[in-house]
Every structure is written in structure tokens, then in C-alpha cells.
Nanobody
Framework: QVQLVESGGGLVQAGGSLRLSCGAS????????LGWFRQAPEKEREFVAA????????SYADSVKGRFTISRDNGKNTVYVQMNSLKPEDTAVYYC?????????????????WGQGTQVTVSS
């Protein structure tokens, strides 16, 4: 089993930045694809970014491309997402997820393990 815990959320003004972290415990996730998703009120959970086990490959949703950067530190069993130029529409609960299979999936169903989420609120 893998336990994922997100941190770093909060309230920020539009144009500001936040860095989310997600630490894993229970077993190493160095061989897992790791992803970030978000869910706004009354909306479905949506893909934000994913990173391969090596960190050499990444994938981003069009809505965050150029503003968000996903990275990982396998030695710390942690994945990050640096969020810059935040917009009010980025407001959501952000979740990290782990997928044992190869690739950079964008679907919720592809990921086996999920964190509890951290709230990000961007004020205008």
C-alpha cells in the first residue's frame, strides 16, 4: 500500500505562486508515474500534470502548460508541482496520485493511489 499526503495549499492572489508537495509512505514510489489532479466545486476531477518514474518525461494539461512545473525527488519519495501565474480558475482541491504502470496517463481511473487533497484558492 502507498499513502500519499499533499501539502502546500493555501490562499494566494491572482498572479501569485504556490508550490505543492506530495510525500509518499508505505513503499517507495520511485518506479511509479506520479500525477496531479484537481477538482473544483461541482466539477469533475481533472488532470493537471504527470511525471514519469525517472522524471525525464512530463505531461501537462493545456490549461496549465507554461505556468505549472511538475518535478520529483525519488530519494525523498516526493512529487512537487510549482504553480506560477495563478488564476482564479485554478481554485480547486489538488490531489496527487500514483500509477504503477508506465506512461503518463491523464485519466483518474489509471491511478491506483490517491492523497486526500489540499485546497488552493486564488483570489482575484
Amino acid at each position: 500500500q502507498v499513502q500519499l499526503v499533499e501539502s502546500g495549499g493555501g490562499l494566494v492572489q491572482a498572479g501569485g505562486s504556490l508550490r505543492l508537495s506530495c510525500g509518499a509512505s508505505g513503499r517507495t514510489v520511485s518506479s511509479y508515474t506520479l500525477g496531479w489532479f484537481r477538482q473544483a466545486p461541482e466539477k469533475e476531477r481533472e488532470f493537471v500534470a504527470a511525471i514519469s518514474w525517472s522524471g525525464r518525461s512530463t505531461s501537462y494539461a493545456d490549461s496549465v502548460k507554461g505556468r505549472f512545473t511538475i518535478s520529483r525527488d525519488n530519494g525523498k519519495n516526493t512529487v512537487y508541482v510549482q504553480m506560477n501565474s495563478l488564476k482564479p480558475e485554478d481554485t480547486a482541491v489538488y490531489y496527487c496520485a500514483a500509477d504503477l504502470n508506465a506512461g503518463l496517463p491523464r485519466t483518474v481511473s489509471a491511478y491506483e493511489y490517491w492523497g486526500q487533497g489540499t485546497q488552493v484558492t486564488v483570489s482575484s
